[in-house]
Each structure stands twice: as structure tokens, then as C-alpha cells.
């Protein structure tokens, strides 16, 4: 039997174990509470000029005329298996690359107002993917000398195992509602976590317009680590409505690759960033 004075030693020396890797870690990437990360964001970012906020303490934004959400948050994960590559912080960070400071029902209210429709998240046996108005994403953020850096979203996801990066478009599906019988109140369903998928849920507000199954070998995608800033970098996702055909939609798009993946990230998404003033 364990003596009083050695179990309270074990606790003592794992405290100082724990406090001592906390220690070590940069801090850039050490564990930060929802709190202090969206203080973070918040110190970081400005709002956008000329966009409307939708809610007095949740990040999001809309420009009717450019048809954009803007939508704050920080990098989640960069080494990981993905579902998702965006969700409402406090939900699915462990499989997501960006973690936003938004419910999902309010990007999709967002997404309602600057003109965008709404399809049907993906359907399964038989199979029908999801789809909706074809939506561009963007990550914009500010790099170690406080310079504006952006990129085209799926350059931060990747086949798992190879150098491929994503190249299917995202629909907004939309996700769906339910009655909660305990608080007798409707629910979306997308609040839990599926933002913006690259694995089929139905419950997505945004997903790939193919089956995320057959869209490599391996059957699966995770984070490509090379082109992600590190951990707990504030960022800002600019969803940009677009009139294009989903890219993944049509069988020939099985062999082709996208053209918008090689144009530069318009003026349009990089001037929606700007350093809050000090």
C-alpha cells in the first residue's frame, strides 16, 4: 500500500513533469483556453472595412456587393487526420485545420444574405452527393513580420500520403435542423462541429461536392503541415460566392485540374485583412 506522503511526492513530481513540457513548448503553440484565443484574433485582426457584422460577439461578416462572409479564427490542427477543415471552436478542432469564432447556423445565415443557395448535404444508399452554390474559401492571416499572406483553402489539405493537394470544390449543402425534446427548442445540426467537411456528413453546412471516399486511395485526407502556419495563428476565412460549376461535379473533372487553383487570391479577399492598430 502506497504511504500518504509518497502518493502526495507522485502527485508533486507529475505536477512539475506537466508544468515542465508546458514550459517547454513555444508560445506560439502551447495550449490556450477559447478565451484567450479569441482575444488573440480579436487584438490581431481589425474588422473588415465595408462588411457588416451579424453579431455583437461572434467574428462573422458579410459584403452583399462582393458576396463574401468573412469569418475570424485560428489554426486548430497541422498534423492530423481531417473531417473537417473548419468548425465552430469548442467543437471538432482535433480533425479540423481552422477553428472559427462562429456558430455554423450563422455562416449560414451568412451565406443566405449575400445570395447563395442552399442544396442538400450528402445522401447515402444510395449515394448522392452533396450539393448547393458553389463557395470559394479563402485563408488570409498575418505572417511573423506582420505581412499579409493568403491561400486558396485546399492548398492546406491533402490526399493522405502523397503531394496532392485537394482540388474538389465546396457546395453549401446547407445542413438541417431537428426538435430537441429536452429544451423543446430546434436545433441546426451543423453547430456541433461540420462547418466546412472534406468527409461526407449529413449534417454539413459546407462539403465537397464528391464522395470523399473515391476522391483518393487512400480514402482519406489530412493536413498539409508544410503550407500551415503554426498553431494558434489567428486567421480569417473570406467565403466567396462564385457562378462556377462545382469543380468535381462532372465526370471529366475526375482527370482535369481546376484552373482557379493557379490564379493568385484576388485584391478583393487580401484587402479584408488588416492589423488592428496599436
Not at 68 to 97: N, W
Not at 200 to 226: C, H, I, K, P
Not at 256 to 268: A, G, H, I, L, N
Request: aromatic share 8%.
Amino acid at each position: 500500500m502506497i504511504s500518504p506522503f509518497r502518493a502526495t511526492m507522485c502527485v508533486v513530481l507529475l505536477s512539475l513533469f506537466a508544468n515542465n513540457l508546458v514550459a517547454q513548448q513555444p508560445d506560439q503553440e502551447r495550449w490556450m483556453s477559447k478565451e484567450e484565443l479569441k482575444e488573440r484574433v480579436t487584438n490581431s485582426f481589425a474588422p473588415p472595412k465595408d462588411c457588416k457584422s451579424l453579431h455583437p460577439s461572434d467574428r462573422v461578416w458579410i459584403d452583399r456587393n462582393e458576396q463574401v462572409v468573412v469569418v475570424d479564427g485560428y489554426i486548430a490542427q497541422r498534423e492530423a487526420p481531417l473531417e473537417m477543415f473548419a468548425c465552430p471552436a469548442g467543437t471538432k478542432e482535433h480533425e479540423s485545420v481552422v477553428a472559427v469564432f462562429a456558430r455554423s447556423q450563422l455562416v449560414h445565415a451568412a451565406l443566405l444574405a449575400i445570395g447563395a443557395k442552399p442544396g442538400s448535404p450528402a445522401k447515402f444508399e444510395p449515394f448522392k452527393p452533396a450539393h448547393g452554390s458553389t463557395i470559394r474559401i479563402y485563408a488570409v492571416w498575418l505572417d511573423e513580420k506582420g505581412e499579409v499572406q493568403s491561400t486558396l483553402a485546399q492548398k492546406w489539405v491533402r490526399h493522405m500520403g502523397t503531394k496532392d493537394s485537394l482540388k474538389w470544390d465546396w457546395v453549401f449543402a446547407g445542413s438541417k435542423e431537428y426538435f430537441d425534446e429536452f429544451s423543446k427548442e430546434r436545433r441546426y445540426m451543423a453547430d456541433s462541429g461540420e462547418l466546412i467537411c472534406v468527409a461526407n456528413f449529413g449534417t454539413s453546412t459546407m462539403d465537397l461536392v464528391v464522395r470523399s471516399e473515391q476522391a483518393n486511395s487512400n480514402l482519406a485526407f489530412d493536413a498539409y503541415t508544410d503550407r500551415i502556419p503554426k498553431r494558434n495563428t489567428p486567421i480569417r476565412l473570406v467565403l466567396k460566392l462564385v457562378d462556377d460549376v462545382a469543380f468535381g461535379s462532372e465526370p471529366e473533372h475526375e482527370k482535369e485540374k481546376p484552373d482557379y487553383q493557379d490564379k493568385p487570391v484576388p485584391e478583393t479577399v487580401t484587402r479584408l485583412l488588416e492589423a488592428v492598430k496599436k
